[in-house]
């Protein structure tokens, strides 16, 4: 599809996702998108905040990545996507990034410690509502996240899971598939029915979106 | 005013049998179709029993055998897996019956806010060179990532990363040790061997010196009671019990032989006087005596020290109800909150009641969400949405109806089935309750096409813009004075049709008494007659009865598409769904 | 699968329960087993005096030998402390409360407070004085009344030290968010103790003025051991077995125990009170040559036995002595005489606790034979139909025993 005029709303690129002009997208080369995903105004995704901490596959051929994220995903207005980050304990310290700050160094010399991002995947036909901060580790196939939500750090949603506006997702925690969470912290308080399953595609939200 | 979003729900036809609804499809929907006095046996979505029926057409199944809605009351469900929701990890049913519901591994909750517990260590991380991966020392502890909770508060700490439930299970909160149920036993055997050439009657106390240190008026806790008890009564049965002496040690056998049976009902029934007499001389079980035998004697003043802690203490360190019901035991305070074991999940498929069929079956692995069988009412009966005809700004998007002002609302109908469908639709003239909105639908009888493959609709991905874009012109020029035509369709899609209903909403000011109608007259007189509008009461919800009929396949399977037509057969649906449509301002 | 139910469930519900599990859970038997027995199996004991403190009523019911020989109700339980306790707290807030008039003032402060809050503060910060009325020591007699004195006295002792004291009321903070605007009140700690006192000893009115349903617990208690024959009140008195959500109120045990052993110092075991019996039996003339005919009065049914132990002369009987030679062979004494409480793990307990050591229930019923005819269908057996208060009968041995045998089954108790 060819690109659409200046004006629009949004820029769609040669897979299909539509990303809005005026979203903050940070590290690009650290962000892959399936396609057909769309992103809207206002959200930020912090593909900058990379792995410090070197993984033992050989994974650092290609890009480093950041966030990943698959089709048909849709990010509602405002929400934030930043990979989850840790202090790892008894770490080598020259392993540190240079440009990290003096600070930061000295106090890491005294606990012996590094901080590290992890990436944060995000699979396919995931909607996450206006104003959630995501810093989740993965979250599976057609999840529905609502509005306002906090999502942890390194909490792992699995497939057809959903979050109900407003709930904080607590770090760690793991919601199983099926799985209806709300509250603060967010427990789970119901279970999505097998009528619903369906209802998580998102092929058409997709196609409804144009400039 | 809080927002309000238009919903559909199905009455599942299972409630029947319950007063305020009347009786629909199960026996004869023949029946039905003809019955004029419809109106008055009009389902009543306010009426208490109503909540109890009434769900969104994606929880209903559908039983392919009895042509039948099923809602979760009417579904028998069945475990296929049971796995613990935090680490994913399935547990076989007779691990379950044994270890009972919880996760054994290491899946803890938080006592004070219920997120999930990390472990770490509390020792500083080794240091310097070659320390990397180093294993960290213990101690370890639990810790709330989310409220900052940790186990070190009720004194428990660990000394290995993983096996965190056995540990837990071994330490009391402010680190003592449990007393095991083993260390009981041995304890246990130990005195019994040390007494036996002695008379029963001796005291214990003197034999303590054993294994274990056992104090006979320790005060005990809930389950180590439990487990006094059970050996006690155990020890007492199998003394009864002749099958023991022939040498089957304990076990079902022994107890449940016949030759036993007689003693252990006399732990029940203990008989009359001269019935104790005669079975005291076979020796009847006796009763506990002493907390190695479960015994708790409530000291006179085991509960000072409870109030005292209270008076010191205050509100704070008390443990709130939430709290306390998550616990197994007493918690009185906070400081006797345990970490809780996440409690298992499972996976369910389930049954018709009636005629026993799977509506539904889930994978077993808890990895995959794919299911087996899956008879969904989504696939079957046409689902109904609901928007306003007006067509809204965004800014007073979901306004509140009128009272007295006819609106006009889109009711559309989407049809699943490969064949197309007729449809009946009716409704009471008036909403049932105090404030009876007038409802008309213009259009009651209509037919919907056929629903076409998945595959299709995917080839059709670009006309369906153009389709869309063709309705909302029509919307457009139409504007102002939408008139909708009694007697016709609205609208017509592929396998949608939508119609227009009118609804005139009732004003929430009590009618004056001439306009009222006999029941609520009746109502006003019983009293309780107060002008307050009560929750939800403005809510305009319309009770529709639907009457679907089809031509389907016999013998196979509806919907079986590109099978040949031999032996089509009528079908029929009907079924009471409840509108809402909106809040009267 | 087995239920746990109250004594006195109707016909109807246990029917309409019944058909609910059997429909919908498919449980293929389900055993009734009545939940004051269970409490006391859950304590390890035979018999007992099991008193429930529930939301609605406290029951107290006398088992003896896992029968339930009587029962007798209050509605002195927890619903009631909950309303005391909103009452102290919204006169708190709102002081005008306390000059509007009981009715009014009870449906101002529901507006006040929400009934979850009041029910924290019931859980979190109730709790039961350990009583006031410390009777001085009367003459220690050795009849059914002994009392283990010296505990009563080192509890009352230790309560003076803890909060004798009047100088500085300690006070407590609650939070509360129900009311507008949230604030905190701050509680002495004592008037947390005095809605207690209102709703389950019934302080401050006199026991002529109270209902039968509304005798205040430590009577409720004693009017069941007074009613019940002796030998099996000497049994329950030293069995007392406090269950249910309201026993777990800090203190209200200890404080059960102390107006309990106070009633039957100043009382005994007799039913007949006031001032006319005071002045007979402080009557030194009367005490001295005490005729059989103090005896014969109209006291019901069990005249024979209601003469207070202590009053008796100590006649040896050979045969009861024999018989109870005979059973210290085998068993230890049996503690009977004196006043003691019992913790129970609870009926739910003793429910898990009997299906672990797999003993089969009285009434066992057999899902096709239910949904076959009903509560119609149930045998009311022999032994059974004498007794309905039989909790668990000889029946039992019938149904659970035979391998052949399901085609008659009972509802038991509850037939």
């Not at chain 2, 079956?361 to 008879?375: N, V, Y």
């Not at chain 3, 109250?6 to 293929?28: K, M």
Request: aromatic share 6%; proline share 7%.
């Amino acid at each position: 599809m060819s690109k659409k005029p200046v004006k629009g709303e949004y820029i769609e690129t040669d897979t299909g996702n539509k990303v809005s002009r005026r979203s903050q997208i940070i590290g690009t080369t650290n962000i892959i998108l399936g396609g057909k995903t769309v992103i809207q105004a206002e959200v930020i995704i912090r593909g900058d905040l990379l792995r410090t901490y070197p993984s033992s596959s050989s994974e650092g051929k290609g890009n480093p990545v950041a966030v990943a994220i698959g089709r048909y995903c849709f990010f509602s207005r405002g929400c934030e996507l930043r990979p989850p980050g840790k202090m790892y304990k008894g770490y080598l310290l020259f392993l540190l990034p240079s440009s990290s700050p003096s600070y930061l160094q000295h106090e890491l010399m005294v606990f012996g410690s590094t901080f590290s991002h992890y990436p944060l995947k995000i699979a396919d036909h995931v909607l996450i509502g206006p104003g959630t901060i995501v810093e989740a580790a993965l979250i599976g196939s057609h999840v529905s996240i609502g509005a306002g939500c906090v999502i942890g750090k390194f909490a792992i949603i699995k497939d057809y899971a959903r979050v109900l506006d407003g709930t904080v997702v607590p770090p760690n925690m793991v919601i199983p598939s099926f799985s209806v969470v709300g509250g603060r912290p967010g427990r789970v308080v119901g279970e999505v029915s097998e009528g619903e399953v369906d209802g998580f595609d998102l092929r058409e939200v997709y196609r409804g979106v144009g400039n | 005013m809080s927002t309000f979003t238009p919903y559909t729900y199905f009455q599942c036809p299972c409630t029947d049998s319950s007063p305020p609804v009347r009786n629909i499809g199960s026996d004869s929907p023949t029946s039905i179709h003809s019955s004029s006095s419809e109106d008055e046996k009009a389902f009543d979505p306010r009426a208490p029993r109503a909540n109890y029926s009434l769900y969104p057409l994606e929880h209903l199944l559908y039983c392919e055998d009895c042509h039948q809605i099923r809602c979760p009351r009417c579904v028998l469900d069945e475990i296929v897996t049971y796995y613990c929701p935090n680490c994913l990890f399935e547990v076989p049913s007779s691990t379950v019956k044994s270890e009972g519901t919880r996760c054994t591994r290491s899946c803890f909750q938080c006592p004070i806010c219920i997120a999930p517990l990390s472990v770490s260590s509390l020792e500083a991380p080794p240091e310097g060179l070659g320390a990397e991966h180093a294993s960290q020392g213990g101690p370890y502890v639990l810790n709330c990532p989310h409220c900052s909770w940790s186990s070190k508060e009720i004194g428990i700490q660990f000394d290995k990363p993983n096996g965190i439930f056995t540990q837990l299970s071994k330490i009391k909160n402010g680190g003592d040790p449990v007393i095991t149920a083993r260390e009981r036993r041995k304890d246990r055997e130990e005195r019994s061997r040390d007494s036996a050439p002695g008379p029963v009657t001796d005291e214990d106390g003197v034999q303590d010196e054993t294994v274990v240190k056992l104090d006979p008026n320790e005060v005990l806790d809930a389950e180590s009671q439990f487990s006094n008890l059970k050996a006690f009564y155990q020890a007492q049965l199998a003394e009864a019990s002749p099958a023991n002496a022939l040498g089957f040690s304990g076990g079902d056998y022994g107890y449940g032989s016949p030759g036993a049976l007689s003693r252990i009902m006399g732990l029940y029934t203990g008989g009359t006087y001269a019935d104790k007499k005669s079975k005291a001389k076979k020796g009847t079980m006796r009763e506990a005596q002493n907390a190695f035998e479960g015994l708790k004697i409530v000291a006179p003043n085991s509960e000072d020290a409870l109030i005292a802690k209270l008076q010191n203490e205050g509100w704070d360190a008390t443990s709130s109800s939430l709290q306390r019901d998550e616990q197994s035991t007493h918690t009185p305070f906070i400081s006797d909150l345990r970490p809780i074991a996440y409690l298992l999940r499972t996976k369910r498929s389930k049954r018709c009641k009636t005629c026993r069929h799977i509506l539904s079956k889930p994978e077993a692995k808890i990895q995959t969400t794919r299911f087996r069988i899956r008879l969904v009412a989504l696939n079957y009966i046409p689902s109904i949405s609901i928007k306003p005809l007006q067509p809204l700004l965004s800014t007073q998007l979901q306004a509140p109806l009128v009272p007295m002002k006819p609106t006009q609302f889109l009711l559309t109908f989407k049809n699943p089935l490969f064949e197309s469908v007729k449809v009946n639709i009716a409704t009471p003239a008036q909403t049932p309750g105090r404030f009876a909105s007038k409802i008309t639908i213009l259009c009651p009888q209509f037919e919907v096409g056929a629903n076409t493959d998945a595959w299709e609709e995917a080839l059709r991905d670009g006309s369906k813009g153009v389709e869309r874009e063709k309705r909302r012109t029509k919307a457009e020029a139409s504007e102002g004075q939408l008139q909708a035509e009694a007697g016709k369709v609205w609208e017509r899609g592929r396998n949608w049709v939508s119609v227009v209903v009118e609804v005139i909403p009732a004003s929430l000011k009590p009618s004056p008494d001439f306009l009222k109608t006999e029941a609520q007259r009746k109502l006003a007189e019983e009293g309780g007659e107060d002008d307050r509008v009560r929750e939800d009461e403005d809510v305009v919800e319309i009770p529709v009865f639907v009457r679907v009929e089809w031509e389907a396949d016999t013998g196979g399977e509806d919907g079986g598409l590109g099978k040949e037509k031999e032996g089509r057969e009528k079908r029929e649906l009907a079924y009471w769904c409840v509108l809402g449509v909106g809040r009267i301002g | 699968m087995t239920l746990i139910l109250p004594s006195a469930l109707p016909l109807p519900l246990l029917s309409t329960i019944l058909d609910t599990l059997f429909t919908n859970f498919q449980a293929p038997t389900i055993s009734l087993l009545s939940s004051p027995a269970l409490s006391t199996a859950a304590a390890g004991l035979r018999s007992g005096l099991v008193v429930d403190v529930g939301w609605r009523e406290t029951v107290v019911t006398s088992v003896y030998e896992y029968r339930e020989v009587q029962t007798l109700r209050s509605t002195r339980a927890t619903k009631l402390l909950g309303e005391e306790i909103l009452m102290m707290l919204s006169r708190l807030i709102n002081p005008e409360l306390s000059q509007m008039k009981n009715p009014d003032a009870r449906a101002a402060a529901r507006e006040l407070l929400s009934f979850e809050e009041c029910e924290e503060v019931v859980t979190r910060m109730a709790w039961c004085g350990p009583g006031q009325n410390k009777s001085p020591p009367e003459e220690h007699t050795d009849g059914l009344a002994s009392v283990k004195e010296e505990d009563e006295f080192r509890s009352s002792m230790r309560s003076l030290k803890i909060w004798g004291g009047t100088e500085t009321e300690p006070q407590v903070s609650i939070p509360l968010k129900s009311c507008s605007p949230p604030r905190t009140l701050e509680v002495a700690f004592s008037n947390l103790s005095d809605p207690c006192e209102d709703a389950l000893f019934a302080k401050g009115v006199p026991e002529s003025e109270l209902d039968d349903e509304e005798m205040p617990l430590h009577l409720l208690i004693y009017r069941s051991l007074l009613k019940l024959p002796t030998d099996v009140r000497s049994i329950c008195m030293a069995r007392i077995i406090l269950v249910g959500g309201g026993s777990k109120l800090p203190g209200l045990k200890s404080r059960v125990l102390n107006e309990l052993s106070t009633l039957v110092q100043q009382r005994g075991w007799n039913n007949v009170q006031g001032k006319a019996v005071e002045a007979y039996r402080n009557n030194p003339k009367l005490n001295k040559a005490r005729s059989r005919n103090f005896d014969d009065g109209p006291i019901p049914v069990t005249a024979g036995q209601e003469v207070p132990a202590y009053l008796q002369p100590h006649d040896e009987d050979p045969i009861e002595e024999a018989l109870r030679r005979e059973s210290r062979k085998r068993n230890p004494p049996m503690e009977e005489g004196s006043l003691r409480a019992i913790d129970s793990l609870g009926a739910w307990s003793g429910g898990s606790l009997l299906s672990h050591l797999k003993v089969p229930a009285v009434s066992v019923i057999d899902k096709d034979q239910w949904l076959q005819h009903g509560s119609l269908g149930a045998s009311r057996g022999g032994e059974i139909s004498v007794s309905s208060r039989q909790s668990m009968g000889p029946g039992a041995f019938k149904t659970a025993g035979g391998g052949g045998d399901r085609s008659s089954w009972t509802l038991g108790l509850w037939a």
